[in-house]
């Protein structure tokens, strides 16, 4: 950032408005890093490269778990940085040159099949997570360091997360009808691989140049180790309940995620009903997520979390009766679960500005960066699990790969499968992370002794109100 962090006591000056839009933008990479390759690539790999199930799904799973360690070195790095521009806008840049390319190179494999395809995309993933968590860890870090100020803070996370809403919904819709036209074979795919990396381009590029006018009024420092930051997750259980009822819950929307195109493709009866399918998920979020906000400010913000998580159980329970009841009730069933899915964006991170605030209170540090980062962390590697979770299923009912020129029967098996895999497994992960909901307490005595913060959330209007602070809001498909 370019300007020097204000003298103590100084008044906080407003953001300029395209400090806030520009990095808004940045949320065009989050919001579609987070979907596309969730959406598309287990079934690219099983469909058009004719890799086998348990094979793509360690080839999608093992370089997101990669985060997972990848992503405290990038807080601890650019934490240090003394680099010309900041401490964070080098790494957006850095992330902007390198991950649009590797994302076209992702979906432009050369003419490989089985094992030897695996491998390709296997690596080629990996070194695009890479490129992503040097944007992601120090975009998110962002918004605690341009303004102290709470009510400014909202201003520019509602700008993000209307972002976020707009590239989920591009990018998810846009990505499967791209990939789909023609011939749905591998030329298909490339021409989607370049589309998708232009808007990520476009979003990383604009937060990089726009955030050039943000000041810099604070430092949140991350530990500066893996091990470092679990011993502070451990020291502090609110947090521990809350990140891990939401891991569970992004495990299950994970799942989701990669099922959605085989749901389609061998349930309802045709790979193009992925786009609609899609919107019933993706369409309610920035329709119910203000009643969502609604419903916390009202009853708080943990009796709305158990209102959400419900409805998506349910909707799942609901979405399994598709092949008995036929596919009105699939979309029907998809769209509860996307109007859950709007409060499951939302709610947990009202949670957790509420759990961090009271840290604050309690141990009087700026931990932020490390519970963020964390937070991230398992999010990316839920997401990736269920990837890998769906592909196990696959795999163990009799799911036969193909490439896009030999298409072939399968057996009932693997369609019971794909319809338990899409329906039942995330139902049974949503009522586990019910008990952890439970046994989360916003006022725990033995945690923290601060005044509870507000219940608020950002929407995707740019002035609407958030609660103090809500610089730890992650993206997710969130």
């Known amino acids: 950032m370019a300007a020097d962090i204000r003298a103590q006591g100084e008044p906080v000056a407003p953001l300029r408005r395209r400090v806030r839009i520009g990095y808004g933008l940045g949320s065009l990479c989050t919001g579609t890093f987070a979907t596309v390759p969730g959406l598309i690539l287990l079934y690219y790999l099983t ?78 993933f990996l070194l695009a997570a890479t490129a992503y968590a040097v944007f992601q860890v120090p975009y998110v870090t962002m918004p605690a360091e341009m303004t102290e100020d709470p009510a400014e803070r909202s ?24 990939a789909h036209a023609g ?47 679990l011993a502070a997750a451990r020291s502090h259980r609110p947090f521990l309940f809350l990140a891990g009822m939401w ?10 995620l990669a099922g959605v195109q085989y749901f389609a493709t061998y349930t309802l009866g045709s790979a193009d009903a992925v786009t609609p399918l899609f919107a019933c998920l993706i369409g309610p979020l920035v329709l119910v997520m203000p009643l969502w906000n609604r419903l916390a400010r009202r009853y708080g913000v943990k009796a709305a979390q158990w209102c959400a998580s419900v409805l998506f159980l349910g909707g799942a329970v609901l979405l399994a009766c598709t092949p008995a009841a036929g596919n009105a009730l699939g979309f029907g069933a998809v769209v509860v679960i996307g109007i859950a899915y709007a409060g499951l964006q939302l709610l947990p991170l009202t949670m957790l500005a509420d759990t961090l605030a009271a840290d604050v209170a309690r141990t009087g540090k700026r931990r932020a960066a490390t519970f963020t980062g964390l937070w991230t962390a398992a ?39 794909i319809t338990v895999g899409m329906s039942v497994l995330p139902a049974v992960l949503a009522a586990a992370s019910l008990w952890l909901l439970y046994r989360y307490r916003e006022d725990a005595a033995d945690n923290t002794s601060a005044t509870p913060v507000s219940p608020a959330a950002a929407s995707p209007a740019p002035a609407s109100p958030a609660p103090e602070p809500r610089q730890e809001e992650t993206d997710r498909v969130d």
């Not at 957006?92 to 432009?108: S, Y």
């Open 183 to 229: 011939d749905d074979g591998p030329g298909s795919y490339r021409t989607m691989g370049i589309a998708v990396a232009f808007l990520l381009a476009l979003g990383m590029f604009g937060a990089w140049f726009t955030t050039r006018w943000a000041p810099a009024v604070a430092r949140s420092e991350a530990e500066h180790s893996l091990r470092a930051q």
């Open 155 to 178: 201003r520019v996370l509602g700008w993000r997360v209307g972002f976020l809403g707009v590239a989920i919904l591009l990018s998810g819709g846009l990505a499967p009808a791209i």
């Open 47 to 124: 469909n058009v490269l004719a890799v086998p199930a348990a094979v793509a799904g360690a080839a999608v799973f093992l370089p997101k778990a990669w985060d997972v360690l990848v992503n405290p070195l990038v807080g601890a790095v650019s934490d240090r940085s003394r680099l010309r521009g900041g401490p964070r806008r080098p790494f957006l840049l850095a992330g902007a040159c390198t991950l649009p390319p590797l994302f076209a190179l992702l979906f432009a494999a050369p003419p490989l099949h089985g094992a030897a395809a695996a491998g390709y995309v296997a690596v080629v």
């Open 379 to 417: 999010e990316n590697l839920a997401f990736a699990l269920g990837a890998g979770a769906f592909a196990l299923v696959l795999a163990v009912t009799g799911f036969r790969s193909s490439d896009a020129d030999h298409r072939v029967d399968q057996p009932g098996a693997a369609l019971t499968g």
């Open 247 to 256: 891991t569970l819950q992004a495990l299950a929307v994970g799942v989701m």
